[in-house]
């Protein structure tokens, strides 16, 4: 239930065509990619047949929130862009896109998680296994290869390239920072909610809610302006922040077959958002219960855990968090500067207020 103070936005949105338009982009991107490469006299095919392959399974079958968000933005920031304004949108959202796609295949294997989206991770496939490590690195460089062949003559290119490394570097930086909270020696020390945010800003918000209004700010020819982009960024960050809290609630609460994956924060030893709330909240007995049992992978001892969770109702607090949180982004997103367009921001955030998946 959306909380009273909020009205419904009437930001622009795109239409039916545009979606499809979006949608149908990602063949010619890909079309072009192979094109660039077919001429290769070093049967360079045995690559680019796996390259196809891979980027068809971990890159187009999601929501596409990050991707929509770069027209969605433009859109809100350029009253009657063109055709060609739109189709360079739709290419910087797939960008976004397949660097999601190579967060993913990283993210999986480290998490050894065993579904994504409602199918095996990629690294499950008996003829992929660890090839996926590389594969990784060929998504991630995909995404700079559309960039070139679509943008390169673009005068916000080289503003793109850079705003990109950067967020992906902050991305890997921030996945660093929660691998390394799996091996700590005393949880209870080092699983913090300043730490748990720290990693959330660079592992999550960074790149899934602030890259892609950036995307739409730079082409609309804001991205320079630092007032402005300061305050977005603030907001988009806090919106992301939301969005992580989310994951790892419905990591343990989630309908799986809504998720589309398995949950694994518990046994992987997550310095997880539900972690953090049950210390708080555990007595001396219920703690002992979350430190014996949590970062173990067996069945019974995940149980255990998830069900102190529920006793500690966890699912409650949860929601009056989600309420709260809502309303302190929209409080902020009411007090931008009239020149941005604040109802983008709502219709953003409602875009994920109480999503199941």
Same mark, same amino acid.
């Not at 077919?38 to 196809?52: C, G, I, P, R």
């Not at 001892?301 to 302190?328: G, P």
């Given at each position: +239930?959306?909380?009273?103070?909020?009205?419904?936005?009437? =930001?622009?949105?795109?239409?039916?065509?545009?979606?499809?338009?979006?949608?149908? +982009?990602?063949?010619?991107?890909?079309? =072009?990619? @192979?094109?660039?490469?077919?001429?290769?006299?070093?049967?360079?095919?045995?690559?680019?047949?796996?390259?196809?392959?891979? @980027?068809?399974?971990?890159?187009?079958?999601?929501?596409?929130?990050?991707?929509?968000?770069?027209?969605?933005? %433009?859109?809100?920031?350029?009253?009657?862009?063109?055709?060609?304004?739109?189709?360079? /949108?739709?290419?910087?959202?797939?960008?976004?896109?397949?660097?999601?796609? =190579?967060?993913?295949? =990283?993210?999986?294997?480290?998490?050894?998680?065993?579904?994504?989206?409602?199918?095996?991770?990629?690294?499950?496939?008996?003829?992929?296994?660890?090839?996926?490590?590389?594969?990784?690195?060929?998504?991630?460089?995909?995404?700079?290869?559309?960039?070139?062949? %679509?943008?390169?003559?673009?005068?916000? %290119?080289?503003?793109?390239?850079?705003?990109? #490394?950067?967020?992906?570097?902050?991305?890997?930086?921030?996945?660093?920072?929660?691998?390394?909270?799996?091996?700590?020696?005393?949880?209870?020390?080092?699983?913090?909610?300043?730490?748990?945010?720290?990693?959330?800003?660079?592992?999550?918000?960074?790149?899934?809610?602030?890259?892609?209004?950036?995307?739409? +700010?730079?082409?609309?020819?804001?991205?320079?302006?630092?007032?402005?982009?300061?305050?977005?960024?603030?907001? +988009?960050?806090? @919106?992301? #922040?939301?969005?992580?809290?989310?994951?790892?609630?419905?990591?343990?609460?989630?309908? &799986?077959?809504?998720?589309?994956?398995?949950?694994?924060?518990?046994?992987?030893?997550?310095?997880?958002?539900?972690?953090?709330? /049950?210390?708080?909240?555990?007595?001396?007995?219920?703690?002992?219960?979350?430190?014996?049992?949590?970062?173990?992978?067996?069945?019974?001892?995940?149980?255990?855990?998830?069900?102190?969770?529920?006793?500690? &109702?966890?699912?409650?607090?949860?929601?009056?968090? &989600?309420?709260?949180?809502?309303?302190?982004?929209?409080?902020?997103?009411?007090?931008?500067?009239?020149?941005?367009?604040?109802?983008?921001?709502?219709?953003?955030?409602?875009?994920?207020?109480?999503?199941?998946?």
């Amino acid at each position: +239930m959306i909380p009273d103070i909020m009205v419904e936005p009437t =930001a622009v949105t795109l239409t039916n065509d545009e979606i499809q338009e979006f949608e149908s +982009m990602y063949s010619e991107i890909l079309e =072009a990619v @192979i094109k660039d490469y077919e001429n290769s006299k070093d049967q360079l095919y045995l690559a680019t047949d796996w390259m196809v392959k891979a @980027i068809n399974y971990n890159v187009p079958k999601g929501k596409k929130l990050r991707g929509l968000m770069v027209p969605i933005t %433009y859109r809100n920031f350029v009253k009657n862009p063109t055709k060609e304004e739109m189709r360079m /949108a739709y290419v910087l959202g797939w960008c976004i896109e397949i660097l999601q796609g =190579a967060c993913l295949v =990283a993210d999986d294997i480290m998490d050894k998680s065993e579904t994504r989206r409602g199918q095996p991770c990629w690294y499950k496939l008996e003829d992929v296994g660890l090839m996926a490590v590389n594969d990784t690195f060929m998504l991630e460089n995909l995404a700079y290869k559309v960039l070139k062949l %679509y943008v390169s003559k673009e005068p916000y %290119y080289m503003e793109v390239l850079e705003i990109t #490394h950067e967020i992906t570097l902050k991305t890997i930086l921030g996945q660093c920072m929660d691998c390394h909270m799996e091996n700590s020696d005393d949880i209870l020390e080092s699983f913090t909610m300043d730490r748990y945010s720290s990693i959330v800003k660079y592992k999550t918000s960074y790149y899934t809610m602030y890259l892609p209004v950036l995307f739409g +700010m730079i082409m609309a020819g804001r991205g320079r302006d630092q007032k402005s982009i300061q305050k977005v960024e603030e907001i +988009m960050l806090d @919106i992301g #922040h939301y969005f992580q809290v989310q994951d790892d609630f419905l990591d343990c609460f989630g309908n &799986e077959d809504v998720t589309g994956k398995i949950g694994t924060d518990i046994q992987d030893s997550k310095c997880s958002w539900l972690f953090i709330q /049950a210390v708080q909240k555990c007595n001396d007995k219920e703690l002992e219960c979350l430190l014996n049992n949590y970062g173990c992978n067996e069945r019974g001892k995940i149980e255990r855990v998830k069900r102190l969770y529920k006793d500690l &109702e966890l699912e409650n607090v949860f929601r009056e968090y &989600e309420n709260n949180v809502y309303l302190e982004i929209v409080d902020k997103i009411q007090k931008l500067p009239v020149e941005l367009p604040g109802k983008l921001f709502e219709m953003l955030l409602l875009k994920i207020f109480q999503r199941q998946n």
